[in-house]
C-alpha cells in the first residue's frame, strides 16, 4: 500500500513523498531544507525514512534544496541515466551520490517507471509508482498532454498533475 503526501506544490516549491511501510521516496526538494524539515514535520514524516530521491526537471523549484537534503541525509538520487549528466551539473553534487537506472527501476520495496513529460526544460521526467496492486502518478509542468504521459497513468489510482499557465494559449485559443 502506497502513501502519497504532496507537501508543496507550486512556483515557490515542489516536494511530494511516496511511501509504504519500510521505504520514502521524495520527488523533488524545491524548497530550502529548513522549509523542508518543517512540512516533513507537519506531515509525521521523518526526514531519516527516506531511502532514495527523485527529480523531475532542473528548475529550481524542483530542486532548490535537493543537495542539501541529500547532502544531511546521505540519500542517494536515483536518476534516468539520460538524465544524469544534467543533474549532476545543476546540483553540483559528486557523482556518489546518483545511482543510474534504467526507465524502470526499484527502491526498496517500490518500482518506479520514468517517462518524458513535455516542458521547457532540458529534461522532464513524470513517474509511476507501484507497490504490489497498489500505484500512484506525478506528473509536473505538463506542457500539454500527451500519449505518453496518459498510457503511463492509466493503471494509477492516484495521479498527481500539475500543469503549466500559459496566458496565450488561453487568451488565443477557444479550446482553452
Known sequence: MLKIQTLSSGSAGNITYIGTAS????????????LTLKLMSQAKIDPHSITGLVITHE???HIKGVADFVTQ?????????NYAQILRRSLKLSPHQFIETDSNFII???TVNCFSVPHDSKFCLGYTFQNGDSAVGIATDIGQMTD???SNLATCQVIVLESNHDV????????Y
Not at 521505504?23 to 529548513?34: A, F, Y
Not at 541525509?73 to 541515466?81: A, E, K, L, N, W
Open 23 to 34: 521505504t520514502g521516496i521524495l520527488v523533488d526538494v524545491g524548497l530550502p531544507l529548513s
Open 59 to 61: 528548475h529550481s523549484d
Open 73 to 81: 541525509y546521505d540519500v542517494p538520487i536515483y536518476c534516468y541515466r
Open 108 to 110: 526498496g520495496d517500490i
Open 148 to 150: 505518453t504521459i496518459l
Open 168 to 175: 496565450q494559449k488561453l487568451t488565443t485559443n477557444p479550446k
